[in-house]
């Protein structure tokens, strides 16, 4: 796979799109029997629904494979390059990881879009999908495997482990010398299993425990906009808001008209929060610490910037935190001192996101400092490797 | 630390290099005691000269922390930047990791150059060195703490583990949520300790069985001075060549001059090299696949390139490999299809270092594929932030 060119693996995914796009019939009845073993199973309406696929599902994903050829290679990108006062040319150049191990719960589709994602980058990929979607995985696998070997790469780049057990989870994450990096696709006990067990190098999403500041004398309709649509768009993702901050010179003003734009999230505050909003609940450390992943989330009011900065020091993930300000002082303070994955200056957490952010496709989140911090692209499948070029050079 | 200037550390480093030099000969009593310390306890005279400072390597240690100051800051690069359809200014900036954890052992300069590389970079930094550098260490750190106070920076910025047992070390390398990364900076048995102890990230030197190819038509009097550059400039370190792999065409000409150039080495061969070099003895997978570090060396004779790459496959360490060619195809197989942190062509594995690449300064070299490769400089020191800078924007 590392010695392929970039024509060869896109032409790889055009012919598994296609195969997709032509099996879509047959990976639908795949996907059938995973659900109807599922109902039997007593899976809640949550799981069918991550588990279904229909015809639209299955066109998206050949799509999905198309979009991915059509990015730019990032294998072979000379990051940086320079000549040595004795003549070396030494250059930094973007080599693919080797194999990628990922680990993901029952949605099929993630099959595709990380396959296509490891292929694209010159990896080859193991698959470990869950027991429930594993006669779906199959299928679309399947057609993977057979668009590398339509296009002359080997089938074998594509891995699909069949055995779904528990135990075999656990002896995935310890495959030392044969997975480069392991990704987990999935919640938190998935997470806390890879952090327990792993032995290999793996890069994880954590916890997104978002806070939004309003500071003194923001622009506090722009301030409600954003808290509104970083709470409510899509409550149950890792990059919503989870905690707000406000600064005690507006706070009176904003927060009633906060609570009445979006009545339907249960507010936890701290005292001075419940003097202007009674209705609030008492918020507890656990509030302010944890993740609600629905309609509700902690207030508290500061009297400083400082006061906000340490509070996110405190509670925060490291995901993504925001701060609504008109002052530039304060925008420079926030994105310098706050130590997150992303900070954003007026504008709503939910941005902090692959395609949001145009890196054209997303493998996941990183809250990790090593390696790669926040969405990562095809680039973040990538290593790097030292070039050097001489005529003869021998060390004096 | 974060939110310091690059001028207020360099104050300190500037600072802490003048202390050091006020304060050279009671650092000298402080290593006085050490040795002592080391000769009763029966120490060999290798650890004992590694231990041992003098008047030159205390104003080494000041001069590199002046160096360390004159090196460009990497925090705040802007690595990437670009604008969204929706205006949102994205960039990707480089920040420090946090906390740095350095575990090394007896050599007392590795506390200010490992420190002065951290501070620089805008970390925190814990040192954890070993039992017989304690008095050592605990006189180079006042000093590195007390130019961070002079220069208006908090002293606990650089932290000096005062518990030397193995216990502690353990303990250590379990810091989680507080060292941001672990380097250690010492032989096999300190990374084999971290690979079975460490929760925290770390970053890591393997080992370098490092490769030369000397291929068919390549110019042999520069081969020759390559390999014995590579082998017995100085035979102890990681980059030094352990292994030759010689193409047939050229192995009966170049064999016996090379043998003949460092007759100090000792040579194991395979079966084809022993007809070529009969005082060569019989090389074992032991022989291809371990570091002799010292002056011994293994060869095989191949008879293409692709035996040479399936060669390193099997039996390098990912460190650094090289070829010896005059061709141009062969140059570029050979850079695309060999995984290791470094590849050269036509110089000596000898120059991948910090120093010589050019990095200005060097903290370890990864054999690692994640986060850092190769040389570590201070880039390797940090992080990346996702900064967005909006004027409001929402998701819909």
Redesign the interface.
Same mark, same amino acid.
């Given at each position: 796979m590392?010695?392929s060119s970039s024509g060869v693996r896109n032409a790889a995914l055009m012919c598994a799109a296609d195969l997709i796009d032509e099996r879509s019939e047959a990976i639908l009845e795949a996907n059938a029997a995973d659900l109807e073993t599922a109902r039997i199973g007593g899976a809640d309406a949550t799981s069918l629904d991550r588990l279904r696929l229909d015809a639209h599902r299955v066109a998206s994903m050949a799509q999905g494979l198309r979009d991915v050829a059509a990015l730019s290679d990032p294998v072979g990108e000379v990051v940086a390059g320079?000549v040595?006062p004795n003549g070396?040319r030494?250059s930094?150049?973007r080599?693919p990881?080797?194999v990628v191990g990922i680990i993901y719960e029952n949605r099929p589709n993630v099959t595709s879009d990380a396959a296509a994602l490891c292929l694209k980058s010159g990896n080859a990929v193991l698959l470990r999908g869950s027991s429930s979607a594993i006669v779906s995985n199959t299928a679309v696998a399947g057609a993977l495997r057979d668009g590398l070997e339509a296009a002359g790469l080997p089938k074998e780049a594509i891995g699909l482990v069949a055995d779904t057990s528990r135990e075999s989870a656990v002896a995935f994450m310890q495959l030392e010398g044969i997975i480069?990096?392991l990704i987990p696709r999935g919640g938190a006990s998935l997470i806390a299993s890879i952090k327990e067990h792993a032995t290999v190098?793996y890069?994880i999403d954590g916890e997104g425990n978002c806070h939004i500041y309003v500071d003194a004398g923001s622009?506090l309709v722009?301030a409600q !906009?954003?808290v #509104? $649509? %970083?709470k409510t768009?899509r409550p149950g993702v890792c990059n919503a808001a989870e905690s707000l901050l406000v600064h005690r010179a507006v706070a009176t003003d904003f927060l009633p008209k906060l609570a009445a734009a979006m009545p339907e999230v249960a507010l936890a505050g701290d005292e001075a929060t419940r003097v202007i909003l009674p209705d609030a609940s008492l918020a507890t450390d656990a509030d302010f610490g944890g993740e609600y992943l629905g309609l509700a989330m902690s207030v508290a009011i500061v009297d400083s910037i400082d006061e906000a900065i340490d509070h996110i020091a405190r509670f925060g993930s490291g995901h993504s935190e925001a701060i609504v300000t008109g002052d530039v002082t304060a925008?420079i303070?926030f994105?310098?001192?706050v130590?997150?994955? !992303?900070?954003? #200056? $007026? %504008?709503?957490t939910?941005?902090?996101d692959g395609g949001?952010?145009?890196l054209g496709a997303e493998i996941g989140i990183s809250t990790?400092?090593?390696?790669a911090?926040?969405?990562m692209g095809l680039r973040e499948l990538t290593?790097?490797?030292?070039?050097?070029?001489?005529?003869?050079?021998?060390?004096t």
């Open positions: 590392a010695r320079w040595r070396l030494v930094q150049v080599v990881l080797g480069d990096c190098p890069v622009d722009m !906009a954003i #509104v $649509n %970083a768009q925008a303070r994105t310098t001192e130590d997150a994955a !992303a900070v954003l #200056v $007026n %504008a709503s939910r941005f902090i949001e952010l145009g990790q400092k090593l390696h911090r926040g969405p290593s790097i490797r030292y070039v050097v070029m001489g005529t003869g050079q021998v060390r």
